[in-house]
């Protein structure tokens, strides 16, 4: 009973949040969109009631800011109103950036995981590649994306291959952060308990430090999913992409359809919270498995 209640009290949070928010952004919908109604009014020599006005302002074909059940209706014509195969539906667009988000986000975990180990085991990787590894997301990923796409067009490296390694260079640090704090959670006295019992510095590793860094790692990779995944989106924006959700919100800006941009934005984060939500599943029954959750 206790967990039902709270599980209740806990979706009547959540659905409080969501109205609200829908309730601001059908007034925001009003106030932004109330500019073009005014003026067709106007042209037309017509007074708008507040009840017409209201009409126009959620149902215009290219409006400054879409009500939600636009939305919603292009999401659903995007992933149920089309074929799987075709170039307008949503499902197929976001296959093409998952691919590259899945490839960078394992090359991303992969590199921070390595680089890591080096950090805690060689002083001089942690004294010389942590501050560049710092210094590199410094860098506004809007500025270096051009300039690894262009590089690589240039030695004939094109497609997936680009915009993994984007999705790459945005998910290894919160991996890397998070391995290195996990890495050296264990204190001196377990260090020093494993040391009488003559451990090795392997033992040390895989028996204390690799197991004690595991939640870090699965919270660092929730992070690292969700960059990676902005990472891809930002690749496929300078090139130009014909596929792709980037390629959606490239073509929704060119043309000026605005509700197809935020069709485009809410199938992202649907996506992001699917993977977050896999990645989430893997640590409850990778930590239930060694013991360190229920």
């Given at each position: 009973m206790m967990?039902?209640?709270?599980l209740?009290r806990k979706?009547f949070a959540?659905?409080?949040?969501v109205?609200?928010i829908?309730?601001v952004?059908?007034?925001?919908?009003?106030k932004?969109?109330a500019?073009w109604?005014y003026d067709?009014?106007a042209?037309?020599?017509?007074?708008?009631t507040t009840?017409?006005?209201i009409?126009?302002?959620?149902?215009?074909?290219?409006p400054?800011?879409?009500?939600?059940?636009?939305?919603v209706?292009?999401?659903?014509?995007g992933?149920v109103?089309?074929?799987v195969t075709s170039k307008?539906?949503?499902?197929?667009?976001?296959w093409i950036?998952?691919r590259a988000t899945?490839?960078?986000f394992?090359?991303?975990?992969?590199l921070?995981?390595?680089?890591?180990?080096?950090?805690i085991?060689?002083?001089a990787?942690?004294?010389?590649v942590m501050?560049?590894?710092?210094?590199?997301q410094t860098?506004?990923i809007l500025?270096?994306?051009?300039?690894?796409?262009v590089?690589?067009?240039?030695?004939?490296?094109?497609?997936?291959i680009?915009k993994?390694i984007?999705?790459?260079y945005?998910?290894?640090?919160?991996?890397?952060?998070?391995?290195?704090?996990g890495?050296?959670?264990?204190d001196?006295?377990?260090?020093?308990?494993?040391?009488t019992?003559?451990a090795?510095k392997s033992?040390?590793?895989f028996k204390?430090?690799?197991?004690?860094?595991?939640p870090?790692?699965?919270t660092?990779?929730k992070?690292?999913?969700?960059a990676?995944?902005v990472?891809?989106i930002?690749g496929?924006?300078p090139t130009?992409a014909i596929?792709?959700?980037g390629?959606?919100?490239l073509?929704g800006?060119?043309?000026?359809?605005t509700?197809q941009?935020?069709?485009?934005?809410f199938a992202?984060?649907?996506l992001a919270a699917g993977?977050?939500a896999?990645?989430g599943?893997?640590?409850k029954a990778?930590l239930?498995r060694m013991?360190m959750?229920?």
């Amino acid at each position: 009973m206790m967990g039902e209640t709270a599980l209740m009290r806990k979706l009547f949070a959540i659905c409080t949040v969501v109205l609200a928010i829908v309730i601001v952004w059908y007034a925001a919908a009003i106030k932004m969109n109330a500019k073009w109604a005014y003026d067709q009014a106007a042209r037309a020599k017509v007074e708008l009631t507040t009840s017409e006005l209201i009409k126009q302002t959620w149902a215009q074909e290219r409006p400054v800011l879409p009500a939600p059940h636009q939305v919603v209706a292009e999401l659903w014509d995007g992933t149920v109103g089309k074929k799987v195969t075709s170039k307008r539906s949503l499902i197929f667009h976001g296959w093409i950036t998952l691919r590259a988000t899945l490839l960078g986000f394992v090359i991303g975990t992969l590199l921070g995981i390595v680089l890591s180990v080096g950090i805690i085991h060689i002083r001089a990787m942690d004294m010389g590649v942590m501050p560049w590894a710092i210094a590199s997301q410094t860098i506004p990923i809007l500025a270096i994306a051009p300039m690894i796409i262009v590089v690589l067009n240039s030695i004939g490296i094109q497609g997936l291959i680009p915009k993994a390694i984007i999705s790459a260079y945005l998910s290894f640090f919160p991996v890397l952060v998070g391995m290195v704090s996990g890495l050296r959670s264990p204190d001196h006295m377990q260090l020093d308990l494993l040391k009488t019992y003559n451990a090795s510095k392997s033992d040390a590793f895989f028996k204390l430090r690799l197991p004690s860094s595991m939640p870090y790692l699965f919270t660092s990779m929730k992070v690292g999913i969700a960059a990676s995944l902005v990472g891809t989106i930002v690749g496929e924006l300078p090139t130009g992409a014909i596929r792709g959700l980037g390629a959606r919100l490239l073509t929704g800006s060119y043309y000026g359809q605005t509700i197809q941009m935020w069709a485009a934005l809410f199938a992202a984060a649907f996506l992001a919270a699917g993977l977050v939500a896999l990645v989430g599943m893997a640590e409850k029954a990778i930590l239930k498995r060694m013991g360190m959750a229920r």
